[in-house]
């Protein structure tokens, strides 16, 4: 099988697109019992803090409306067809209230638009000094009519954290990282397509998961048979272009000098099948069976070729846990930095706060102190060493942390899970595999929570503080049933 263009295109493309910069619909309010001047320095100050964060923006200009701004039902039909016709460009709206706003006119242009993006409401703070007819502002008045409208008009809306926010603030600078953060996880999630690649091991029943209720929310499952695999690999030459190819990324991806070249090809050959399948069905993630198939009857673990594939933010899970690369992928979305899957798998001493979490594994070596190439220590025993190369193993650096798990609760029909941020310590470490040791604030009640509510003991972990951002996604825009834990003081 010989590379193919679409192959060459697939394996930079998530790249390319944390590369690409974002793009925000702006809507201006104005009201005109306002000081109205203010809406067009409030226009350019907003503007000004969009470019600061290397965001794009689709916007009235000011011969297109008055100031730019949206206040008459013509200004919003105008504002909404500019919308339109930006549809696929536009990956949120930001509504800035340089004074009260025309309510109404904000939530007729969202309606008329029909983006089904999300929605950021900022307001600009009076100035104690300038509470005279020409500058009063009345935003943070204004505000809760823009959102008491959105909330009649069932648009869902993100606000910020502090009531009013100057736009050049640095507490507006978070929240639009923050809300850029939501609105990569919303839009990589619509339409996303998932690989199924093998069957959920027989021994794994903790992986079920319900396709229909997937599907229910834009999310297709691609399935591969893992005999497909297998005979693709074997009418596949040793000299084949994808399989060379792919065989000088891995050498250059980890040190490999200890394993066998056989092995070493056979990784090699099973990474290009499954690129180049991903590239013709556009599956952008996968959740591979491993335990023990692959194994058995090919000789290697698809550890490394799965790893390569976390790294390049194509998210790659273990044993069939499609729900579990989802959240792998909502920490990448949000971070735009590789996630891994981990168990909840050991306590640490006595410290009732910290756990052991450990793969065999398939990290990305974005987690790692330093890694090398290595073979199964759990499966040899029962299929051989020989059988088990391919694992990436070292312990994960000291970093801040982010968690997170979805599953699909069957009985209620819906979509459910959990969030939360920790960090993985330094603490001294003597196993195998891929480990570290993690510290979560009250561990405790967070384990409780996992216990009594039936949830898997794979996790999604990601090395940045981007919980906020999953949970307000999954809640407010996908509909999803999430517990935040530790949630802090303030947070919407």
């Known amino acids: 099988m010989e590379a193919t263009n679409d192959m060459k295109v697939y394996e ?18 104005n009201r005109g019992f306002f000081p109205d001047h203010l809406a067009k320095s409030g226009r350019e100050e907003m503007l000004a803090a969009l470019a600061a964060a290397d965001i794009d923006v689709v916007a009235l200009t000011p011969q297109e409306s008055k100031y730019g701004a949206v206040e008459t039902r013509e200004e919003s039909r105008r504002c909404a067809e500019l919308f339109k016709k930006n549809h696929d460009r536009i990956d949120g709206v930001v509504v800035t209230l340089p004074n009260f706003g025309e309510e109404r006119a904000i939530a007729d242009t969202l309606r008329l638009a029909d983006l089904r993006v999300p929605v950021l409401i900022q307001a600009t703070p009076d100035d104690p000094k300038k509470m005279g007819i020409a500058f009063r502002r009345d935003s943070f008045c204004g505000k809760m009519s823009a959102c008491n409208n959105l909330r009649q008009y069932g648009i869902p809306y993100s606000i910020t954290t502090l009531h009013t926010e100057a736009p050049d603030s640095p ?66 030459k040793d000299n084949d272009d994808a399989a060379q190819a792919k065989l000088a990324s891995i050498k250059k991806y980890v040190e490999s000098k200890d394993v066998p070249a056989t092995a070493l090809m056979k990784m090699a050959k099973l990474g290009a099948v499954i690129d180049h399948w991903m590239a013709a069905t556009e599956v952008k993630i996968s959740a591979v069976q491993c335990w023990t198939s692959l194994e058995e009857n090919f000789g290697v673990v698809p550890c490394t070729v799965m790893s390569m594939m976390s790294e390049q933010l194509l998210s790659s899970a273990c044993e069939v846990d499609i729900v579990g690369v989802l959240g792998m992928h909502a920490l990448q979305l949000a971070s735009g930095t590789p996630s891994a899957l981990l168990d909840w798998n050991n306590n640490y001493g006595t410290n009732p706060d910290k756990a052991v979490c450990f793969h065999c594994a398939n990290l990305p070596k974005h987690f790692f102190r330093s890694f090398k190439m290595d ?32 599953s699909t609760d069957d009985t209620a029909g819906r979509m459910r899970g959990y969030v939360g941020e920790g960090r993985f310590t330094d603490d001294p470490l003597n196993t195998f595999g891929g480990a570290g040791v993690v510290e979560i604030p009250k561990m405790q009640k967070l384990l409780h929570y996992i216990c009594e509510n039936g949830f898997e003991h794979h996790v999604a972990a990601n090395l940045s503080s981007v919980a906020g951002a999953v949970h307000e996604a999954a809640t407010r825009y996908l509909g999803w049933e999430m517990y935040w834990h530790e949630r802090p003081n303030g947070a919407c």
């Open 375 to 406: 073979f199964q220590e759990i499966i040899a025993g029962t299929v051989g060493k020989e059988n088990t190369y391919g694992t990436v193993v070292g312990l994960i650096k000291p970093e801040k942390m982010s968690f997170a798990r979805f």
């Open 12 to 29: 930079g493309r998530q790249w390319d697109f944390m590369a690409n910069k974002m793009t925000m619909g702006l809507i201006v309010g």
């Open 171 to 236: 507490e507006f600078a978070a929240d639009l990282q923050w809300f850029a953060a939501i609105c990569r996880i919303v839009n990589g999630f619509r339409n996303l397509r998932v690989g199924a690649i093998g069957a959920r091991p027989t021994a794994f029943n903790t992986v079920r998961y319900s396709e229909k209720i997937l599907e229910s929310q834009g999310i297709s499952i691609e399935t591969l048979d893992l005999s497909e695999v297998l005979g693709r690999i074997e009418r596949m």
